[in-house]
């Protein structure tokens, strides 16, 4: 297993519960919800929530490796200091 997927794996509720806390994610998500389900047919909004679903799970995995990323560098940075 790769060691970025074990540590989102370690960290992922975490990062998962901030972003959940944010109002600019939530305010997005009822908006996003309410139109799936109000303006597009039942069989076909099953399949964009999934495809969504999808993507936001291919970004936030990438955002994390690149976080990761950062975060080895600040602190090889630092060390050398």
Sequence with gaps: MKMT???NDKFGDEIDSE???DT???KANKDF?????????EDK???LKEMV??????V???YVEAGM??????????LEE
């Design 33 to 41: 919800h309410r139109f799936v389900n109000e303006e597009i047919p």
């Design 69 to 78: 990323r950062i975060g080895g560098k600040i602190a090889v940075d630092l």
């Design 5 to 7: 997927a074990i540590l």
């Design 60 to 62: 936030g995995n990438a």
């Design 53 to 58: 679903g999808r993507l936001t799970s291919a």
């Design 19 to 21: 972003i959940r806390r």
């Design 24 to 26: 600019e994610y939530i």
């Design 45 to 47: 909004a099953e399949q």
